[in-house]
């Protein structure tokens, strides 16, 4: 599965952005999703996840109740809408698939993500 990620920009802290994540192939419904994101200098760390049938949801401590992950099946996307936006929030992010089946718990650890979109950048300005 190819997968693209859209919707980064800039923005001033306290807005909000939507990304997306589109994927190409078959079988996206069979992906778990999530999004990580990447600061100049620091590793790569996750945001969220989401399970194959949007049952399942998991966020970082640092975005719990500010960002929201959904998917939709049928349009192939998994969106991550992120409100009330930080300075430190600034990183490239990045969408990924995992392999599971219903009952595989959510990970997030990269490792575990074998299909990874190019990345979009977000920056918010204080």
């Known amino acids: 599965v190819q997968l693209q990620a859209s919707g980064g920009g800039l923005v001033q802290a306290g807005g909000s952005l939507r990304l997306s994540c589109t994927a190409s192939?078959?079988?996206?419904?069979?992906?778990?999703m999530a999004w990580f994101r990447q600061a100049p200098g620091k590793e790569r760390e996750f945001v969220s996840a989401?399970?194959?049938?949007?049952?399942?949801?998991d966020y970082a401590v640092s975005v719990e109740g500010r960002f929201t992950i959904s998917r939709d099946n049928d349009r192939k996307t998994v969106y991550l809408q992120m409100n009330s936006l930080k300075p430190e929030d600034t990183a490239v992010y990045y969408c990924?698939?995992?392999?599971?089946?219903?009952?595989?718990?959510?990970?997030?650890?990269?490792?575990?993500?074998?299909?990874w979109g190019q990345g979009t950048q977000v920056t918010v300005s204080s």
């Open positions: 989401i399970g194959r049938s949007s049952g399942r949801t």
């Open positions: 192939g078959q079988y996206f419904s069979r992906y778990a």
């Open positions: 990924a698939a995992d392999w599971a089946i219903m009952t595989t718990p959510l990970t997030r650890h990269p490792g575990d993500y074998e299909y």
